[in-house]
T-cell receptor
Framework: GAVVSQHPSRVICKSGTSVKIECRSL??????MFWYRQFPKKSLMLMAT?????????EQGVEKDKFLINHASLTLSTLTVTSAHPEDSSFYIC????????????FGPGTRLTVL | GQSLEQPSEVTAVEGAIVQINCTYQ??????LSWYQQHDGGAPTFLSY????GLEETGRFSSFLSRSDSYGYLLLQELQMKDSASYFC??????????????FGKGTSLLVTP
């Protein structure tokens, strides 16, 4: 199947700093990528939909100024957590939808963010 | 809106068969998917049902009844490595979200010796 990578896999940062997470589709083009957040033992909650070349669409309750999303190319979307606080500590997972036809979604391995 | 209900925990013995149920409510339906997630890992796709009936993929099968808004995942010949969380998911009906997946809360499966 198609491969989606995320970088970094794990990051620890101080409160108040910003962290950028990259999501790449390695062997297919993805006009749409999705960012999810998952707390321990909980389900995946959609944060935003990232469309190549346009602004991201955020779900209700997600602060767009805090979670900046950029989808500059067909294979790369980035999520920047600005001025991170301990409550932002979570598992962030991206997925990419293959735009070639099948519209399957492929998930990245996730990024574990810990804000001290 | 959409909602999916599935049991929070299931325990079964190695070699046995286990069924994880999922009921859903949605105004538009584009099929039911199942994902497996090990602790700290990414969700991996297991199965998809777009139409009523049973889909079989090796030890895993999935069933859908659209009239009952119900589906299940069946795991046969359980192995210790099957201990994981299992999520049912439907495609969002919100076009603004690009038809992202909406996940159930997950069922934690523990396989014991």
């Amino acid at each position: 199947g198609a491969v989606v990578s995320q970088h970094p896999s794990r990051v620890i940062c101080k409160s108040g700093t910003s962290v950028k997470i990259e999501c790449r589709s390695l062997d297919f083009q993805a006009t749409t990528m999705f960012w999810y957040r998952q707390f321990p033992k909980k389900s995946l909650m959609l944060m935003a939909t990232s469309n190549e070349g346009s602004k991201a669409t955020y779900e209700q309750g997600v602060e767009k100024d805090k979670f900046l999303i950029n989808h500059a190319s067909l294979t790369l979307s980035t999520l920047t957590v600005t001025s991170a606080h301990p409550e932002d500590s979570s598992f962030y997972i991206c997925s990419a939808r293959d735009s070639s036809g099948l519209n399957e979604q492929f998930f990245g391995p996730g990024t574990r963010l810990t804000v001290l | 809106g959409q909602s999916l209900e599935q049991p929070s925990e299931v325990t079964a013995v190695e070699g046995a068969i286990v069924q994880i149920n999922c009921t859903y409510q949605t105004s538009g339906f584009y099929g039911l998917s199942w994902y497996q997630q090990h602790d700290g890992g990414a969700p991996t796709f297991l199965s998809y049902n777009g139409l009523d009936g049973l889909e079989e993929t090796g030890r895993f099968s999935s069933f859908l009844s659209r009239s009952d808004s119900y589906g299940y995942l069946l795991l046969q010949e359980l192995q210790m490595k099957d201990s994981a969380s299992y999520f049912c998911a439907v495609r969002s009906t919100n076009s603004n979200s690009g038809y992202a997946l909406n996940f159930g809360k997950g069922t934690s499966l523990l396989v014991t010796p």
